[in-house]
C-alpha cells in the first residue's frame, strides 16, 4: 500500500536553532497535514496544506506543500524547550478515499 | 468545551475477553475514526465512519468492531480475536469530505493482563 517516508526519524537540537524535516510519497497527494504529539496525548493539527507550492506559517512553524506534490516540508524557527514531541506527517492521495495515511514520525529533541 | 472525549485512559485485558473503548465527539462533526498506534510507528487506520449507522473498515480492522448509532459516539470494541492489542488507540473526528482535517482524543492505552 501507499506509504510516506519521513525523515529524519529523530533530532536532537540546541534550543535556538531551527529544524526542518520532510516526508515523501511515490504518489500525488491532494492535501498534506502536519501533526504534534505530546507522551501519553493524542496529536494536535499544526498546519494544513491543499494546494501545491502552498506556503503556510504558525507562528513559529512553516511548512510548504511541495510543487511536485509529492512531498512536503515542516520548519520551525528559534526552538525552545516545548517544541520537544514527536511531529507527524499525513496525506490524502487520490487512491485513499478521503482517508489519511501517516509517517512514521520524527521524535525532536531540544537541549536547553 | 468543544473536543473529543476517550474513555478510559488505561485499560486492561484478560486473556479472551473483549473490551470497549469510548469515544464521544461534541463538535457537530460527519466523520469519525479509530487508529492504532504501535511504538515508533506512525498511526494505522483500523474503522472510519461518514455518517451515522454506516462504517466502513480500514487497514487493520481484523480483532476489533464498531458501531455509529449516534452522531457523537464511535465505541471501538477489541475482540479476543484480536492476538496483539497492547497498543494506543486514537479516535478522530472530522466535519466530512475529502478535504478536511481531523481532530483527535487524547488516547486510551490498552494493556494485556
Known amino acids: 500500500g501507499q506509504q510516506l517516508n519521513q525523515s529524519p526519524q529523530s533530532m536532537f537540537i540546541q534550543e535556538g536553532e531551527d529544524v526542518s524535516m520532510n516526508c515523501t510519497s511515490s504518489?500525488?497527494?491532494?492535501?498534506w497535514l502536519w501533526y504534534k504529539q505530546d507522551p501519553g496525548e493524542g496529536p494536535v493539527l499544526l498546519i494544513a496544506?491543499?494546494?501545491?507550492?502552498e506556503l503556510t506559517s504558525n507562528g513559529r512553524l512553516t511548512a510548504q506543500f511541495g510543487i511536485t506534490r509529492k512531498d512536503s516540508f515542516l520548519n520551525i524557527s528559534a526552538s525552545i524547550p516545548s517544541d520537544v514531541g514527536i511531529y507527524f506527517c499525513?496525506?490524502?492521495?487520490?487512491?485513499?478515499?478521503?482517508?489519511?495515511?501517516f509517517g512514521k514520525g520524527t521524535k525532536l529533541s531540544v537541549k536547553p | 468545551d468543544g473536543g473529543i472525549t476517550q474513555s478510559p485512559k488505561y485499560l486492561f485485558r484478560k486473556e479472551g475477553q473483549n473490551v470497549t473503548l469510548s469515544c464521544e465527539q461534541n463538535?457537530?462533526?460527519?466523520?469519525m475514526y479509530w487508529y492504532r498506534q504501535d511504538p515508533g510507528q506512525g498511526l494505522r487506520l483500523i474503522y472510519y465512519?461518514?455518517?451515522?449507522?454506516?462504517?466502513q473498515k480500514g487497514d487493520i480492522a481484523e480483532g476489533y468492531s464498531v458501531s455509529r448509532e449516534k452522531k457523537e459516539s464511535f465505541p471501538l470494541t477489541v475482540t479476543s480475536a484480536q492476538k496483539n492489542p497492547t497498543a494506543f488507540y486514537l479516535c478522530?473526528?472530522?466535519?466530512?469530505?475529502?478535504?478536511?482535517?481531523?481532530?483527535f482524543g487524547d488516547g486510551t492505552r490498552l494493556s494485556i493482563l
Open positions: 478522530a473526528s472530522s466535519i466530512g469530505g475529502q478535504y478536511q482535517p481531523q481532530h
Open positions: 504518489s500525488i497527494f491532494n492535501t
Open positions: 496544506l491543499y494546494k501545491a507550492g
Open positions: 499525513a496525506g490524502r492521495w487520490a487512491g485513499s478515499q478521503g482517508n489519511l495515511i
Open positions: 463538535l457537530n462533526h460527519d466523520a
Open positions: 465512519s461518514q455518517i451515522v449507522n454506516d462504517f
